[in-house]
């Protein structure tokens, strides 16, 4: 392959790898430059691309690097803090009677990874990734796609493991009921 | 069946608290008389099993996002 063949092909990437830095960094600008750094170092490094995995997930672990550099250096910035009112757990008790029961139980996805296939399915991930709340998005894109440990993201962050539990909890809880609201319902899906 | 078979074990753990710590155990480890009781609960309770598999799935669906 020659260079401009695997420039063209990282090149390719560039669209996710940007939807991914932005929901981490909240800020457009910060995410070119970090999405435009990796392209950069990818070049420089292709002979450390030894075709193992695949392209989109080598480029992600290069991306993870710039990330946490770019989140170590914005959490000096006070701007960066306001992440105790995500730290509620109390938001999804709505979802639940006084007893603890569901209100509004899960309904049945049918056989939801037969939906992994479909592009469309993506795109709601992505509406739905979209809509959670900044910090919220940070963490689990950290957790879920960088595929950080609990205790490397307590570090980079300055919080609580329990303060992470509650702000994966909340995402996960925002991501079902988005995803069960926006594909799983629609005609057709899941029942 | 799902809300006689959640009262039944709901003194041992309700379903919001089953809920949480089903998140939980996919971060880390949770105390094993925890998980005991989650588990037991699933054994009953539709709605949180329900809930569990498609914790699982998010899981599922997130490494595709990322591949």
């Excluded at chain 1, 803090?81 to 639940?96: N, T």
């Excluded at chain 1, 939906?115 to 919220?136: E, G, H, V």
């Excluded at chain 1, 909890?169 to 594909?183: G, H, K, P």
């Excluded at chain 2, 039944?8 to 753990?13: A, H, K, Q, S």
Aim: charged share 25%; proline share 3%.
């Amino acid at each position: 392959m020659t260079e401009a063949d695997f420039a063209s092909r990282c090149n390719s990437h560039r669209g996710y790898l940007l939807r991914v830095a932005v929901l981490q960094l909240r800020d457009n600008d910060l995410a070119e430059d970090i999405v435009q750094d990796t392209l950069v170092a990818a070049l420089q490094g292709a002979q450390g691309f030894s075709g193992r995995s695949s392209l989109k997930t080598w480029l992600t672990g290069i991306l993870k690097h710039k990330i946490v550099d770019a989140i170590r250096r914005k959490t000096r910035e006070p701007a960066f803090a306001s992440l105790d009112e995500e730290c509620q757990i109390e938001d999804f008790d709505a979802l639940f009677d006084e007893s603890g029961h569901w209100e509004n139980p899960p309904a049945d996805w049918g056989d939801p990874e037969s939906q992994l296939s479909r592009a469309q399915f993506f795109d709601i991930m992505q509406f739905c990734l979209d809509k959670l709340p900044p910090n919220t998005a940070r963490v689990f894109m950290m957790r879920e796609v960088m595929e950080l440990e609990s205790n490397e993201i307590c570090k980079e962050l300055s919080i609580t493991s329990t303060n992470l539990w509650v702000i994966l909890y909340r995402a996960r809880m925002a991501l079902r009921q988005c995803l069960e609201q926006n594909w799983f319902a629609q005609a057709g899906r899941g029942t | 069946m799902t809300r006689d078979g959640a009262t039944l074990v709901g003194r041992l753990i309700s379903c919001k608290d089953a809920s949480r710590a089903i998140s939980q155990m996919q971060d880390g480890n949770v105390p094993f008389p925890l998980y005991l009781r989650i588990r037991l609960h699933l054994i009953w309770c539709e709605a949180c099993k329900r809930f569990e598999q498609q914790m699982r799935f998010l899981h599922t669906a997130m490494r595709r996002y990322r591949q």
